[in-house]
């Protein structure tokens, strides 16, 4: 079989490909891979970009001694707000993709970045409002958009036998971001260096990501917005389900990421340089084994493999809590850098069950072969967007949580205790809903429930 044609579309301009069809094994042989892998590494650079600067203020804040008049709960709440806009601008950024192609709103995408850079290079001084630098903050916040909008458009690069692993490096090589952004702080703090001389080195990155994208990506002209699975994606109850065990697992992982050095400030008196030394490890760890999440879930399971991350999850949390009452600083960073591993595993493992759900339920419908793998990128690709602002949003809950617990008795160890129940939440219902239930008895639409069942959910 010859692979079809892919001639660019006449009626639009730019990178399009007209036919795309990973599914076809001689398609994919013959010249889809190549493509994917292009698109996926500039894909990578771009969120890797986007997500150095929405985690920018968790290193901007430890610039920010006692000169900027800003109290521990002031900072706490500078990176909330970043939090917050990041989450929610992921709806919009899912659905750009196919407004405006793949390629071109990576390069619109990574252009947005230099407003947050630039206007914090602007302000970044003693005597500043802590209204601007609010402000600031959430701007920088769209650049948690460009995960959503790059994981939409690398899930229809790939077949599904391959989407566990191509969007666990996605998402990893993105999540990178964070502890880059704290190693060059770490490095500029070393120096002596100001804050504006980080921001500075970030300028010129964002030019480059969006010439590259636009040298090198391309848009799939199939790629359309699906008011109808959207709207299905909504009603459905695993995209609920997934929304909250996401907040468990990526949730974590951004949250952590923005609250760990001002943690070992506030609570253990570590200096900014010597909390920059140990603040990019955790998410540097969690970022690299995000793939292998990834892979691991596609080999057995990523029910599975999700439901032992958060007993694992729970164990390092708990050793947290005894760290945090008994004042003991190596076994907290220990703990907590465990944490972001585990996070990390979780998070590759969670994304690959988004695809695996939509295909089981297709097939439970009574659907086969390419009917049932369209159905379920459909309603996979719809559900994506909205899982990954969700789950960002347990972001914002881990940081006002954390700033609350400050405030009321001094210490993380109350907002600690709380993570730790809501990690066993997150047990009970991965293990309910995909692994205790019968072949085709997880929740799902009427239609599907009166269906033949021929999947288990648990194979996801």
């Known amino acids: 079989m010859t692979a079809p044609s892919q001639a660019p579309a006449q009626s639009r301009g730019g990178r399009w490909i007209d036919h795309w069809d990973p599914e076809d094994e001689t398609f994919w042989n013959e010249t889809g891979e190549k493509v994917a892998r292009r698109n996926l590494i500039f894909s990578v650079l771009s969120e890797h970009i986007g997500f150095s600067i929405w985690t920018l203020w968790s290193v901007m804040v430890l610039f920010m001694g006692p000169e900027y008049g800003l109290t521990p709960a002031d900072k706490f709440f500078i990176v909330s707000m970043a939090t917050l806009v990041g989450a929610i601008v992921r709806v919009p950024y899912t ?94 703090i070393g120096a002596s260096g100001g804050p504006r001389v980080l921001l500075g080195i970030y300028i010129p990155f964002i030019i ?14 199939s790629v359309k917005n699906d008011t109808g699975a959207t709207k299905e994606s909504v009603k459905d109850a695993h995209t609920w389900i997934m929304s909250f065990l996401y907040i468990g697992t990526f949730g974590s992982f951004i949250g952590y990421s923005f609250a760990f050095g001002l943690v070992l400030q506030t609570q253990f008196g570590r200096t900014p340089l010597q909390a ?26 990523g029910a599975k493999i999700t439901l032992w991350n958060f007993v694992a999850m729970a164990a390092a949390t708990g050793c947290i809590v005894i760290a945090s009452t008994q004042k003991s600083l190596p076994l907290f960073t220990v703990a907590f850098i465990a944490l972001f591993v585990l996070s990390g595993l979780g998070n590759g493992s969670t994304y690959k069950m988004i695809p695996g759900i939509f295909q089981a ?81 997880a929740p799902a639409t009427a239609a599907a429930s009166e269906a033949k069942p021929q999947l288990s959910y648990a194979e996801v």
């Not at 390069?107 to 005597?127: C, D, K, N, Q, R």
């Not at 097939?363 to 072969?369: D, I, K, R």
């Open 276 to 301: 920059a030394y140990v603040t990019f490890i955790g998410p540097l760890l969690g970022s690299l084994i995000r793939p292998v999440g990834g892979a691991l879930a596609d080999r057995f399971g």
């Open 361 to 441: 339920k297709a097939t439970a419908m009574g659907l086969e072969g390419e009917e049932a793998a369209a159905y379920g990128r459909r309603l996979s690709g719809a559900s994506m967007g909205l899982i990954g602002a969700v789950g960002a949003l347990g972001g914002l809950g881990i940081n006002l949580a954390l700033r609350q617990s400050f405030l009321s008795v001094g210490s993380g160890t109350g907002a600690f205790v709380a993570f730790l129940a809501f990690y066993g939440v997150c047990f009970v219902v991965t293990w309910a809903v995909y692994l205790r239930r019968p072949a085709g008895q």
């Open 95 to 188: 659905f750009a993709v196919a407004v405006f192609g793949g390629r071109n709103w990576t390069i619109v995408s990574a252009s947005l970045l230099l407003l947050p850079t630039i206007a914090a290079f602007i302000v970044m001084e003693p005597g500043t409002s802590f209204t601007t630098f609010l402000l600031c903050a959430m701007l920088a916040g769209i650049g948690g958009g460009n995960f959503a909008s790059s994981m939409t458009n690398i899930n229809a690069f790939f077949p599904l036998r391959k989407k566990g692993w191509a969007l666990g490096l996605n998402a990893g090589g993105g999540n990178i971001g964070v502890p880059v952004v704290q190693l060059v702080a770490l490095a500029v």
């Open 208 to 221: 480059v990501a969006a010439i590259l994208a636009a040298m090198y990506m391309d848009n799939i002209s």
